[in-house]
């Protein structure tokens, strides 16, 4: 299977960017250990194989050791322990063709059925911060599974899975996410799934018995990437939930959720409610110095799409902002030309507003 390695460390908004973490490693048995050493190490190294296969022992094995390492099943729990502990250290030392051949036995024996849905969320997530390249039949095989255990993920579960599919599959194009087992029933049960999970938790928080965390803003947040990437909205109800959740989970906001927040209802030509459409602007306007070109320029550029009437406060410092990440020497010029664009469509929206 041709599933090509990546640093680990691309996925910002997950949090890699963070220094190595190597606390799972105390948790691994031997078994998870030798199949993170064969993930991590080059051609011609000990490979992890299923029973009845022959294979050489790890260098450095002996006594009972030895013989433990000997023919060892590749189990669910291994798996997923492997891949977490690859995310978790940053590492990029990843080998392609034994990630391959293990994803290989992970379909071939069907071992996806056995997984829990919180293994399944954390295996689309950290597959997705390994791999630049998922093979369609991978996808196709990991949403097949998450179609069967939909209304069984919560909601940090079902934000890994959006955000991950939005890494490892076309789900902007119609046709090329059908190959990867997202159809439009697919989608629907993903959103039907959301809704539930938003329902319960907005009825618990107002009947003051939070048995279910309240989610922070980017799990919220990227409930909507897929879809928004399918321009398909949640039912009305739907959104009136995740508003009311997002509103509740105000305290848990970031730039980068209310940047992404913005960007998907320009996506899905929804209009925030006047309640959350406040609260995104005040995060903006109190926290601004925490949001870099990319951030600004979503925030600006749904401004414009929105037709948001900001304060004359807001335009300026936003605008103040601009000029100084602009001016900065590690600016890209694309990067540049973008926020530069946006800001004169946000300038030019909020004159035409001004003027209405």
Known sequence: MACYAAASGSGGASGMG??????ALNKLDLSSAMLLANLMGGPGQQQFRPPGSSSSTMPGADGEDEAAAADVPLTVPDFVQALECIVRSNSSEVNPEQLGEVLDEVLTRNLLAEFTPQQLAAT???LSLICSGMPEELTAALADQAAAKMTSFDVPQLANIGWALMRMAPVADAEARQCCGLSDGWVQSYSAACEQQLALIV???????????????QQLANLLLVPAAVQQPFSA????LFEQAVLLAE???CSMAVAQLLTCYVRLQLQPQQALLSLLLRHVEEDLQLYDHDMITQVAAAGAALQLRLPNSLLA???ERAAMLQASQQADPYDVQLLQAAMDRLARAAVAAAAV
């Not at 109800?237 to 009136?240: E, K, L, N, T």
């Open 251 to 253: 305290r848990r906001l």
């Open 203 to 217: 009825e618990q928080q107002q009947q003051q018995q939070p048995r279910v965390p309240l989610p922070t803003g």
């Open 18 to 23: 963070s220094p190595p973490d190597l606390s």
């Open 317 to 319: 410092d936003m605008t």
């Open 124 to 126: 689309f997530k950290n």
């Open 237 to 240: 109800q739907g959104v009136q």
